[in-house]
C-alpha cells in the first residue's frame, strides 16, 4: 500500500529564503508522484508531477522537485519564497500503477507555508 | 479554457435538510472524483466514477450518494447533512488511459456549512 508522510505542518520562510517542503513515501511499486498547492478557500492546484522520466522536476511559479529512490523522498523547493507562495502544499502519490485502473491518489496531511516580509 | 467548475462555491444548508452539490468539466475525462476536506486536513476521496462505472470506498457514510448523468457533470447529494459534514468539497477529473499518466484537475470547491 501507497502512503505519504509531509514532515512539518507548519514552515515559515522570510521573503527571498530557499523553501524547503519535505516529503517522504511509500510504494511498493514506482510510483507516480504530486505536489499540489491549495490557496485558503480555493481548489488544489497543481504544482507538479514525477512520471519516472527526469528525477528532477520543474514545476509552475518557479517550484521544483527532486526523486530520489534511495531516500524515498520527492522534496519541493523553491529558491526564493515570495509573500504570494504562503499557501497550503500537499503530496500525494498515485495508489495504482499498473496502467489498467483509476490513479487514485493518497494525500499527505499538508503543509502551510507562511512566508515573513 | 478547459476547467472543472463546482456550484456553488458556498453552500449553506439546515441540519438535516438534503443538499446537492454540483461539478461539470470540459476537459472531456472519464474519470470523475468527490473529495471531503475537513479544516486543516487532506482532501479524503468519497467516490469516484470511471465512466458509468461508481465506485464508492468503503468508509463513506451511506448519507452520501453521486449521479454521472453523463461525461460532463457529476453531483454530490448528502441525504440528512449532520454538523460534522461541513466542509470543503472538492471535485476532480481524470483521463483514465493505459499508459497516460492520470493526473487529476480539481475544481474550485465548494464549501458546505450545516446550521
Known amino acids: 500500500a501507497q502512503s505519504v508522510t509531509q514532515l512539518g505542518s507548519h514552515v515559515s520562510v522570510s521573503e527571498g529564503a530557499l523553501v524547503l517542503l519535505r516529503c517522504n513515501y511509500s510504494?511498493?511499486?514506482?510510483?507516480?508522484l504530486f505536489w499540489y498547492v491549495q490557496y485558503p478557500n480555493q481548489g488544489l492546484q497543481l504544482l507538479l508531477k514525477y512520471t519516472s522520466a527526469a528525477t528532477l522536476v520543474k514545476g509552475i511559479n518557479g517550484f521544483e522537485a527532486e526523486f530520489k529512490k534511495s531516500e524515498t523522498s520527492f522534496h519541493l523547493t523553491k529558491p526564493s519564497a515570495h509573500m504570494s507562495d504562503a499557501a497550503e502544499y500537499f503530496c500525494a502519490v498515485s495508489a495504482d500503477t499498473d496502467g489498467g485502473s483509476q490513479g487514485n491518489l493518497i494525500f499527505g496531511k499538508g503543509t502551510k507555508l507562511s512566508v515573513k516580509p | 479554457d478547459a476547467m472543472v467548475i463546482q456550484n456553488p462555491r458556498y453552500q449553506v444548508t439546515q441540519f438535516g435538510k438534503p443538499v446537492t452539490l454540483s461539478c461539470s468539466q470540459t476537459l472531456n475525462h472519464n474519470v470523475m472524483y468527490w473529495y471531503q476536506q475537513k479544516s486543516s486536513q487532506a482532501p479524503k476521496l468519497l467516490f469516484h466514477y470511471y465512466d458509468k462505472d461508481f465506485n464508492n470506498e468503503a468508509d463513506t457514510p451511506d448519507n452520501f450518494q453521486s449521479r454521472r448523468p453523463n461525461t460532463s457533470f457529476c453531483f454530490l447529494d448528502i441525504r440528512s447533512p449532520g454538523l460534522g459534514d461541513a466542509a470543503m468539497y472538492l471535485c476532480?477529473?481524470?483521463?483514465?488511459?493505459?499508459?497516460?499518466?492520470?493526473?487529476?484537475?480539481f475544481g474550485p470547491g465548494t464549501r458546505l456549512l450545516v446550521l
Open positions: 510504494s511498493s511499486v514506482p510510483p507516480y
Open positions: 476532480a477529473t481524470s483521463r483514465d488511459t493505459a499508459g497516460v499518466l492520470k493526473t487529476q484537475y
